[in-house]
């Protein structure tokens, strides 16, 4: 048997800014609840051997429910309060794992991920043991401190990244544990880790994709609504 890879959906957020009132994972988008829409991405992927949800604190039974159609879902796990927190969480889940697994890391909130990005970030893995999603920015990206422009970085170098972020689990496992003895920790995706603890590992940027956008604010919910509404049946 080869290399194993495990997707681990993380949805252990609560959806404050969008403020529906519950974890933003379990609205429908299509009449689809959005988790259910980032599971089966992985879950019909053929290089995808098992899923992993990580689930908000007191919603794990509805997670449970939403995910029990699909086959590769090997369980429902707590998440943490941030997440990193809850990206600590898949890890310790995966404790028992051979350091050369594969591991990718995708927010439940991009529920249009397609198996071309997926397969993009499998590809690199061959090569890379850190490999993210970016997308070019067509607005102009500037460094903003105390309302003053401090830099303005060149447009064409900037990308803006999605997920899954993929990683060679052993890589990922040592930048948390040097993560986690940091005090200071604090970090928005799983490759800024990696970015800042273990500063040798280079992270391949593949190319992600405009459809998959995370549903973080009311608007994104429009766009979504559009977005599934453009899908063949
Ligand atoms: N404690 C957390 C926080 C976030 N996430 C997940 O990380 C992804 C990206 O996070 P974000 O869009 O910020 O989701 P929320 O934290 O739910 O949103 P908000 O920050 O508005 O509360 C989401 O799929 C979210 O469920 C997580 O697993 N655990
Ligand atoms: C991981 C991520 O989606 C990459 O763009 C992003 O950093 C998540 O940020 P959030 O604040 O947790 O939504």
């Known amino acids: 048997m080869g290399t194993r ?8 957020g ?3 800014r969008l403020g529906a009132g519950r974890p933003k994972q379990l ?23 098992e899923v992993l ?10 997670a449970a429910a939403i995910v029990a159609p699909f086959g590769k879902v090997a369980g429902v796990v707590e998440g943490g309060d941030t997440r990193t927190a809850s990206t ?7 404790a028992g794992r051979p350091d050369d697994v594969r591991v990718l890391f995708h927010d439940a909130a991009r529920p249009f991920v397609g198996a071309a990005v997926i397969d993009r970030v499998l590809d690199a893995l061959d090569g890379d043991a850190a ?3 970016g997308v070019p920015s067509p607005d102009t990206i500037v460094v903003v401190e105390d309302g003053l422009v401090a830099s303005m970085p060149s447009r064409e170098t900037m ?3 999605q997920t899954p972020q993929g990683f060679v689990l052993g890589t990922i496992r040592k930048a948390y544990e040097i993560a986690l003895a940091d005090p200071e920790l604090a970090a928005t995706d799983d490759c800024g880790i990696v970015h800042r603890y273990l500063p040798d590992v280079p992270i391949r940027v593949v190319a992600g994709d405009d459809r998959n956008l995370k549903v973080t604010r009311p608007l994104d919910l429009s766009l979504a609504e559009h977005i599934a509404a453009e899908e063949t049946p």
């Open 5 to 12: 890879t495990v997707a681990v959906v993380l949805a252990g």
């Open 14 to 16: 609560v959806g404050a």
């Open 27 to 49: 609205l429908e988008i299509g009449g689809r609840p959005i988790l259910a829409r980032a599971v089966a991405a992985f879950d019909a992927h053929p290089r995808i051997d």
């Open 53 to 62: 949800v990580v689930m908000a604190s007191g919603h794990l039974r509805a």
């Open 88 to 94: 600590v969480a898949a890890l310790e889940a995966l």
């Open 131 to 133: 490999v993210a999603v």
């Open 159 to 161: 990308s803006r990244f």
